[in-house]
């Protein structure tokens, strides 16, 4: 069964740093490509950062390369989102998402490759 649950969302100052966390299932964790998307009030769903099955390959939008890591933790199930240097624009409401994989599949963030999502956890970066 594919189950996700996002946490660690909440307000933080511009420059400040937030470490979102995505709990799964193993079974999630062990057959599907994970990744992080955000989105705004009036806008489309964005892919922020993504893994793929095996853990080889880790991709990230232009807009946080350099600020965002992704990372998961096969022992405890969780995929994580070190936020770093958070602007206003990072605002939002943040999703991990999953879709099912071959070992081999190239990474995507792209959103409509995702059949499984959590609740979201909303991210804002206000002075």
């Known amino acids: 069964q594919v189950r996700l649950a996002e946490s660690g969302g909440g307000l933080v100052q511009p420059g400040g740093s937030l470490r979102l966390s995505c709990a799964v299932s193993q079974f999630t964790m062990n057959y599907h490509g994970i990744g992080w998307f955000r989105q705004a009030p009036g806008k489309e769903r964005e892919g922020v950062a993504c893994?793929?099955?095996?853990?080889?390959?880790?991709i990230y939008a232009d807009s946080v390369k350099g600020r965002f890591t992704l990372s998961k933790d096969k022992t405890k199930n969780t995929v994580y989102l070190q936020m770093n240097s958070l602007k206003p624009d990072d605002t939002a409401i943040y999703y991990c998402g999953a879709r099912r994989e071959i070992l081999t599949a190239p990474a995507t963030c792209a959103s409509n490759e995702y059949n499984f999502w959590g609740q979201g956890t909303q991210v804002t970066v206000d002075s």
């Open positions: 893994i793929t099955r095996s853990g080889a390959t880790t």
